[in-house]
């Protein structure tokens, strides 16, 4: 259970990391498309949810396999 809580605080440290880079405010190719259109942030909550998903996944498959190994 320690490594996965150290595994989800890397995680989350790098996508606050990627969240500090600034932007040009000039958009061009497909940037300026999703950014033009705010699709960007559909994509992100996307992207989002299917780690938030797999993070969930994980933690539940370790539950079952300790709960395993104890018996």
Known sequence: ????????TLIIVLLISTFTYA????????NGV???HNKI?????VCVTI??????YLI???????K???Q
């Open 41 to 45: 942030y559909v994509v992100m909550a």
């Open 34 to 36: 999703m950014t033009s």
């Open 51 to 56: 780690l938030i998903g797999l993070i969930l």
């Open 68 to 70: 395993a190994e104890k």
């Open 60 to 66: 539940r498959i370790d539950r079952k396999v300790s």
């Open 23 to 30: 932007q040009d405010s000039t958009a061009t190719g497909m």
């Open 1 to 8: 259970m320690y490594k996965i809580s150290r595994i989800i």
